[in-house]
Every structure is written in structure tokens, then in C-alpha cells.
């Protein structure tokens, strides 16, 4: 795809719920590959590279230590990281720096049905996480059907329609306020 042509999907099923004493973004989105498709890419550094917002320092798919440094334009910040649960091609959890993520994929009629649970330490943090990963997810999905846009990263986002998904998964999540 036309990088400059790449525009945001539709808002993907989110909702913020506690979890201890942070909370979870949660966010489902259905792909159109199989379950083992996307684990590829949920995992594999060189597939990470061109859509995630960190770079891996190996391969995901197994139990322990990592880094996953966040990239910015040229800047990259190197965050510890520990997979804690590797099942393919159904669960992959891991800590990154302080948060959490833990991938579900399930096979669905059209492809995979991917849950996302991202532990924020604040709940007002979700609709930020809601829109990077909303971004990151589409530029996966082309990725999956053979046409890369390349990674939408960082202060770039903010060109592809960040600020609009931030709104907008604000609106969809204050609608239903956080219970504690």
C-alpha cells in the first residue's frame, strides 16, 4: 500500500476494566489469517520490526528475557522484558518495562479473533493505548495480506490519524465509566 494513502479502520471492540490495582485496556480485533499467521507476527523480531511500536531483541515465541526497545524516529529506549506465556498459536503474554500484554488468538469463521489485555497503571492512559495499538494492528493486518504500509511509530502516528482515534476511544470508553 501507498504509504501517504494509508488511512485508519474502523474503531475496534475496546473497554477498561480493573485489574488489581491498575487497569486493563482491552482490545478485540479480527484479522483475516489464521491463527498461526498471526502468531508469526506477534513474535518474530523481523516481523515485529514493520509493524509493532518496539523492536525485539529475539524471538517471542519462548519463556524469558528480552528487550523490547521503542522506537521513535531515530530514537530508540530499550525496555526490559520477560515472556511469561508462550502457548502458539493461541496465548503469548509478556511484560513490558512496567505494563503487561497478553495475546489471545482464537480461529474464528474469517480468520483469527485477537484479544488484547494491556495493563495501564492509569485508567485515563487507555484511550492513548487504544489508539497505538489501533494504528499498529492495521499497518499488521496489511502486513498479513502482503501489502506493507511499514511501521507507524511514535510523533509520526500523529500523522496517520492518532489524535482521532485517541477521541474517539475516549468517547467509547467514558461512555461507559470505570467501576472500581
Known amino acids: 500500500m501507498d504509504r501517504d494513502r494509508f488511512r485508519p479502520g474502523p474503531l475496534a471492540d475496546v473497554a477498561r476494566?480493573?485489574?488489581?490495582?491498575?487497569?486493563?485496556?482491552?482490545?478485540?480485533?479480527?484479522?483475516r489469517h489464521p491463527p498461526e499467521k498471526v502468531w508469526a507476527a506477534l513474535t518474530e523480531?523481523?516481523?515485529?520490526?514493520?509493524?509493532?511500536?518496539?523492536?525485539?531483541?529475539?524471538?517471542?515465541?519462548?519463556?524469558?528475557?528480552?528487550?523490547?526497545?521503542?522506537?521513535?524516529?531515530?530514537?530508540?529506549?530499550?525496555?526490559?522484558?520477560?515472556?511469561?506465556?508462550?502457548?502458539?498459536?493461541?496465548?503469548?503474554?509478556?511484560t513490558w518495562g512496567d505494563g503487561l500484554l497478553r495475546w489471545e488468538l482464537s480461529p474464528s469463521a474469517t480468520g483469527t479473533r485477537l484479544t488484547l489485555r494491556h495493563t495501564v497503571d492509569k485508567p485515563e492512559l487507555a484511550p492513548m493505548m487504544a489508539a497505538g495499538w489501533h494504528l499498529c494492528l492495521d499497518v499488521a493486518g496489511h502486513l498479513l495480506d502482503g501489502d506493507p504500509v511499514g511501521p507507524i511509530r511514535g510523533a509520526e502516528s500523529t500523522n496517520f490519524g492518532w489524535d482521532e482515534l485517541r477521541a474517539a476511544y475516549a468517547e467509547r470508553l467514558d461512555d461507559e465509566p470505570p467501576a472500581r
Open 45 to 94: 523480531p523481523d516481523r515485529l520490526a514493520q509493524w509493532a511500536p518496539f523492536l525485539a531483541s529475539r524471538d517471542l515465541g519462548t519463556l524469558g528475557e528480552a528487550t523490547l526497545s521503542t522506537v521513535d524516529g531515530d530514537d530508540t529506549f530499550p525496555q526490559p522484558a520477560t515472556v511469561l506465556r508462550a502457548e502458539p498459536p493461541t496465548l503469548l503474554e509478556y
Open 17 to 31: 476494566v480493573p485489574a488489581d490495582d491498575r487497569w486493563d485496556l482491552v482490545f478485540v480485533r479480527d484479522l
